[in-house]
């Protein structure tokens, strides 16, 4: 059956995962941690391995095809979440795809170059430490296109605009719903802050939760508070609707270890105690140490005893299979 493109919040949206996705209560984390410790497992939404993109790729690819762009290309890192996602909407959708990464990092078939492989999709590696050059030979690419008769449009890193953020408005909504009918209060959501734009829309639905969002950052980023708050405000814009959010409410974390994309101790050390505890894996680069600073944060009382506390899964699961031997 053909998906077909919705409207929502006056703005074109099309079905791509299976949604709501669960949020449970981890009986074992809680017991062990001392919090009410509930995860949103958005890495069930039914695309690949699952993920927080597909939420994004929901708004990105109906406005692609409601302006008849045939071609999407997008960019990442080697190992992309983000890259491989858009790969597998666009071939459910009938969308011509290229991925554009970083010559960094895990560049063997494995992982989601492995899936990407299997879906036979093109990827094209650029020797740089810098985004500013993939997105150069981005333009230079789309003018090829363009000039032999087909119609690209490009979703830049993570899908981390106002339109892909509404994604994660649309999933603070649903925390609050299903929280409502489980009948327990949104104290605290945690997820990871990557390219921001997970962070952004959470912040902007949790402020009808009145609850509090912290993002943990897992790659080096210059003024990411000020460009998540931006982002956020962008996006309540977009969408129509008022906000008092203000710089404060962005509350970041780092825990970055080696680098991105380089697994740190407390990450896999993370990865094991969520698996031995609950049977869900988490990854190397972003959920791992994402747990991890959740760990560490309670051990310094970041979190109180009785607070009920949403971990946001945003998938990430190939990477376990290019980063780990």
Not at 33 to 40: A, E, H, L, Q, S
Not at 136 to 157: D, N, R, S
Not at 286 to 301: E, I, N, P, R, V
């Amino acid at each position: 059956m053909q998906q077909e493109i919705t409207i929502r919040r006056g703005i074109e949206k099309i079905s791509l995962g299976q949604y709501p996705t669960p949020l449970v209560r981890l009986e074992n984390i809680s017991r062990e941690t001392g919090v009410n410790f509930y995860i949103k497992r958005d890495d069930l939404s039914g695309v690949v391995f699952g993920g927080n993109k597909v939420r994004k790729l929901e708004y990105l690819l109906a406005h692609a095809k409601a302006r008849g762009f045939d071609t999407i290309l997008t960019a990442g890192g080697a190992q992309s979440n983000h890259a491989v996602l858009t790969a597998a909407c666009c071939r459910k959708l009938g969308l011509d795809v290229l991925l554009l990464l970083k010559k960094r990092g895990v560049t063997e078939p494995r992982g989601n170059l492995l899936l990407a492989g299997l879906m036979n999709v093109p990827v094209r590696f650029v020797d740089t430490d810098s985004y500013a050059d993939v997105y150069a030979e981005a333009e230079t690419t789309m003018e090829a296109l363009g000039a032999a008769g087909k119609k690209p449009w490009l979703i830049p890193v993570g899908g981390s605009v106002p339109l892909g953020a509404l994604g994660y408005l649309d999933a603070a909504e649903e925390i609050a719903s299903q929280a409502g009918e489980l009948g327990f209060p949104v104290h605290h959501i945690l997820c990871c802050s990557g390219s921001g734009g997970t962070h952004a829309g959470l912040l902007l639905g949790a402020k009808t939760l009145g609850a509090k969002v912290t993002g943990i950052v897992v790659s080096v980023e210059e003024d990411f508070q000020a460009e998540i708050y931006k982002l956020a405000r962008e996006t309540a814009q977009l969408a129509g609707i008022e906000t008092d959010i203000v710089l404060d409410d962005v509350v970041l974390k780092e825990y970055i270890g080696p680098g991105y994309a380089k697994p740190s101790e407390e990450g896999d050390a993370a990865i094991r105690f969520m698996a031995e505890k609950e049977g869900i894996f988490l990854d190397p680069v972003y959920t791992g140490k994402t747990f991890a600073g959740f760990l560490d944060l309670l051990s310094k009382g970041f979190f109180a005893p009785d607070e009920n506390v949403v971990f946001v899964h945003t998938g990430g699961g190939p990477a376990i299979f290019a980063l780990y031997q």
